[in-house]
């Protein structure tokens, strides 16, 4: 599979290329250049393979020559026997809806369903490369915690986790700190999330420096991790369908990257009828979805800070997808964005995005009563994030299977949880030692020298 940036569609590249470098040289992202669809026939032949089996199926064909069928194949079963669930995910029912349960990885999150892979992908290329190289990534939270656990003690690469100090919650920040490992550094920067993307954004387009320390990029727009996400459309459907009801998700959404996994394992034939894109109180997306006013505003805090986002990373590809990979039209919808903080979606545009998606907004107190009815009702405990997603199903009305996205365990964020209906969420054992562990972490301004320098002195 041949891919292009959204920003020129004329240079190819291979999977290689946009594994590694993650951002495209002129700042675009990657997608395919063109995507095989599965037929009805091909996917009754998905239907009853267990989780790691489908993702081997799915993925074989985005990495090329990457690595051969055989590799790919070992590497899948190592990064998925690391989690607590034989087929990685969980799908349980919470009163009318079922509730996909995708934090039973290493670091309680989502993250790690993709970031293991790359982890393990990395492993692989370096050995075979004999190749140094350091990856910096930008966090709110979970991102970060995952792709340490991913790349921590591997051998030729060092990992730069920013996150923005004191808007995580402390597990959060426990579970990226707490490690011994010499490769591993975290940097708080004075700052919000959007600092901390600017920045590592900032880093990667100056090539003299990405250059000079083999810069490599595992952020939400790495185009292996939406591969990965995928997988668990596919593996879900195929539980759920019945082949009467229509199937929808609710996917709690901050960066746009979750979601396009969806609407990826959409356009390559999976016949999921809707998309909730399901945003806290930083909304930009569903101002975007409901009326075209992609507008930024100011990042506020909130109870579910892995979605505190304004600037939804991923949104390019969508809006290379609408305007039918034209990259200069791309090009003057991103410089719109940059430099006037809005894009207004056409009318015409808006239509073809709501084929797809629709949207829901939950505020504070929408959230904590989410998580007390479900607590009340259903004897169930879910985090923030996810209670977004339920709670958005209540918001946007549709027929069918109704499948929400339950991308933290609760224990991740137990003010929250104790706020919402006063019990502890907690740690499973395996993480309770974190705790009173010693955490190792610099704080730094909110400064692109100061952090370059910081990362230069360490590789
Ligand atoms: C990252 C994250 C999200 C948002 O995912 P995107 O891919 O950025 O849309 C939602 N919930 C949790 C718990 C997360 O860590």
Same mark, same amino acid.
């Given at each position: 599979?041949d891919?292009?940036?959204?920003?020129?569609?004329?240079?190819?590249?291979k999977?290689?290329?946009?594994f590694?470098?993650?951002?495209?040289?002129?700042?675009?992202?990657?997608?395919?250049?063109?995507?095989?669809?599965y037929? *009805?026939k091909?996917l009754?032949e998905?239907?009853?393979? #267990?989780?790691?089996? $489908?993702?081997?199926?799915?993925?074989n064909?985005?990495?090329g020559?990457?690595?051969?069928?055989?590799d $790919?194949?070992?590497i899948i079963?190592?990064s998925?026997?690391?989690?607590?669930?034989k087929?990685?995910?969980?799908?349980?029912? @919470?009163?009318?809806?079922?509730?996909?349960e995708l934090?039973h990885?290493?670091? $309680?999150?989502?993250?790690?369903?993709?970031?293991q892979?790359?982890?393990?992908?990395?492993?692989y290329?370096?050995?075979?490369e004999n190749?140094?190289?350091?990856?910096v990534v930008a966090?709110s939270g979970?991102?970060?915690?995952a792709?340490?656990?991913? @790349?921590?003690?591997?051998?030729?690469v060092?990992?730069f986790?920013?996150?923005?100090?004191?808007?995580? %919650?402390s597990?959060?920040?426990r579970?990226?700190?707490?490690?011994?490992?010499?490769?591993?550094?975290n940097?708080?920067?004075e700052?919000?999330?959007?600092?901390?993307?600017n920045l590592?954004?900032?880093?990667?387009?100056?090539?003299?420096?990405a250059n000079e @320390?083999?810069?490599?990029g595992?952020?939400?727009?790495?185009?292996?991790?939406?591969?990965?996400?995928s997988?668990?459309?596919?593996y879900?459907y195929?539980?759920?369908?019945?082949n009467? #009801?229509?199937?929808?998700?609710?996917v709690?959404?901050?960066?746009?990257?979750?979601?396009?996994?969806g609407?990826?394992?959409?356009?390559i034939g999976?016949?999921?009828?809707?998309?909730?894109?399901?945003?806290?109180q930083?909304?930009?997306?569903?101002?975007?979805?409901?009326?075209?006013?992609?507008?930024?505003?100011?990042?506020?805090e909130?109870?579910s800070p892995?979605?505190?986002?304004q600037?939804?990373?991923?949104?390019e590809?969508?809006i290379?997808?609408?305007n039918?990979?034209n990259?200069?039209k791309?090009i003057d919808?991103?410089?719109?964005?940059k430099?006037?903080?809005?894009?207004?979606i *056409?009318?015409?545009?808006?239509?073809k995005?709501?084929?797809?998606?629709?949207?829901?907004?939950?505020? #504070?107190?929408?959230?904590?009563?989410? @998580?007390k009815?479900?607590?009340e009702?259903?004897?169930?405990?879910l985090?923030?994030? %996810?209670?977004?997603?339920?709670?958005?199903f209540d918001k946007?009305?549709l027929?069918?299977?109704?499948?929400?996205?339950?991308?933290?365990h609760?224990?991740k964020f137990?003010?929250?949880?104790?706020k919402a209906?006063?019990?502890k969420?907690?740690?499973?054992d #395996?993480?309770?030692f974190?705790?009173?562990e010693?955490?190792?972490?610099?704080?730094?301004?909110?400064?692109l020298?100061k952090?370059?320098?910081?990362i230069?002195?360490?590789?």
């Amino acid at each position: 599979m041949d891919y292009i940036s959204t920003r020129n569609s004329s240079n190819s590249f291979k999977f290689e290329d946009v594994f590694i470098k993650g951002l495209a040289d002129d700042g675009g992202l990657f997608v395919p250049k063109s995507l095989h669809k599965y037929s *009805q026939k091909d996917l009754v032949e998905f239907k009853n393979l #267990e989780y790691k089996e $489908l993702a081997k199926k799915i993925i074989n064909p985005f990495i090329g020559d990457f690595m051969s069928k055989h590799d $790919l194949s070992k590497i899948i079963d190592k990064s998925y026997s690391v989690f607590r669930k034989k087929n990685v995910v969980e799908i349980v029912k @919470i009163g009318d809806r079922s509730v996909l349960e995708l934090f039973h990885g290493p670091t $309680l999150a989502f993250k790690d369903v993709a970031m293991q892979l790359l982890g393990n992908f990395y492993e692989y290329y370096l050995n075979n490369e004999n190749k140094k190289i350091n990856i910096v990534v930008a966090t709110s939270g979970d991102t970060g915690a995952a792709a340490i656990d991913a @790349i921590k003690g591997k051998k030729n690469v060092n990992i730069f986790v920013l996150h923005p100090n004191n808007r995580i %919650s402390s597990v959060q920040r426990r579970l990226m700190t707490t490690g011994k490992e010499k490769n591993v550094f975290n940097i708080a920067v004075e700052g919000s999330f959007d600092d901390c993307q600017n920045l590592v954004k900032e880093m990667f387009t100056d090539k003299i420096f990405a250059n000079e @320390i083999k810069m490599s990029g595992v952020n939400s727009i790495n185009w292996a991790r939406i591969i990965a996400q995928s997988i668990y459309y596919f593996y879900t459907y195929f539980l759920i369908e019945d082949n009467k #009801e229509p199937i929808n998700f609710s996917v709690p959404t901050g960066n746009f990257g979750d979601v396009y996994a969806g609407y990826l394992a959409k356009k390559i034939g999976l016949p999921i009828n809707k998309f909730v894109v399901a945003t806290n109180q930083n909304d930009i997306l569903h101002r975007a979805i409901t009326n075209g006013a992609y507008n930024v505003e100011n990042v506020a805090e909130t109870i579910s800070p892995s979605m505190d986002i304004q600037i939804a990373s991923n949104f390019e590809r969508l809006i290379f997808d609408l305007n039918e990979h034209n990259d200069k039209k791309t090009i003057d919808v991103m410089k719109s964005i940059k430099e006037r903080g809005k894009y207004a979606i *056409q009318k015409e545009n808006l239509d073809k995005i709501n084929v797809d998606f629709l949207s829901a907004r939950m505020d #504070e107190n929408e959230i904590l009563s989410t @998580i007390k009815n479900v607590y009340e009702k259903f004897d169930k405990v879910l985090d923030p994030h %996810s209670a977004i997603g339920y709670g958005a199903f209540d918001k946007v009305k549709l027929k069918g299977n109704n499948i929400v996205l339950a991308t933290a365990h609760p224990s991740k964020f137990p003010d929250a949880i104790e706020k919402a209906i006063n019990i502890k969420a907690e740690l499973p054992d #395996e993480l309770t030692f974190i705790l009173d562990e010693k955490e190792n972490y610099d704080i730094i301004d909110n400064n692109l020298n100061k952090i370059k320098k910081y990362i230069k002195e360490r590789t």
